[in-house]
Nanobody
Framework: QVQLVESGGGLVQPGGSLRLSCVASGSIYGISGMGWYRQAPGKQRELVAAISTGGSTNYADSVKGRFTISRDNAKNTVYLQMNSLKPEDTAVYYC???????????????WGQGTQVTVSS
C-alpha cells in the first residue's frame, strides 16, 4: 500500500507564509511527477504546482512568484512554500504523486487526505 500524508496547513494572516510537506510511504518502486492541488468551497479542484523527477516545475498563474514547489527524491517528499498569502488562497490543499507501487506494472496517481489552509485576518 502507498500513502501520501500532508502536513503544514493552518491559519495565517494575509501576507504571511506557510510551508506544506507531503511524504509518500509504503511499498514504492519509484515516483515520477508530484504536485499540489487545491479545492476551495464550491469550486473545482485545481492544479497549484507540479514538479517532475528532474525538477522541472509549472505553476498556476495565480500563484506564480509567490509559491515554490520542491522535492527531495531521497525522502519521497514534496514541499510547497507559500509566501504572500492571500484570502483567495484559502482551500484544502492536496498532494498528488504518480507512484509505481510494488506488485503493479506501471505508475498510478495517489492522493493525500488534504490539509486546510486558511488565510484570514
Amino acid at each position: 500500500q502507498v500513502q501520501l500524508v500532508e502536513s503544514g496547513g493552518g491559519l495565517v494572516q494575509p501576507g504571511g507564509s506557510l510551508r506544506l510537506s507531503c511524504v509518500a510511504s509504503g511499498s514504492i518502486y519509484g515516483i515520477s511527477g508530484m504536485g499540489w492541488y487545491r479545492q476551495a468551497p464550491g469550486k473545482q479542484r485545481e492544479l497549484v504546482a507540479a514538479i517532475s523527477t528532474g525538477g522541472s516545475t509549472n505553476y498556476a498563474d495565480s500563484v506564480k512568484g509567490r509559491f515554490t514547489i520542491s522535492r527531495d527524491n531521497a525522502k519521497n517528499t514534496v514541499y510547497l512554500q507559500m509566501n504572500s498569502l492571500k484570502p483567495e488562497d484559502t482551500a484544502v490543499y492536496y498532494c498528488n504523486a504518480d507512484v509505481w507501487a510494488r506488485g503493479t506494472m506501471n505508475y498510478s496517481p495517489y492522493w493525500g487526505q488534504g490539509t486546510q489552509v486558511t488565510v484570514s485576518s
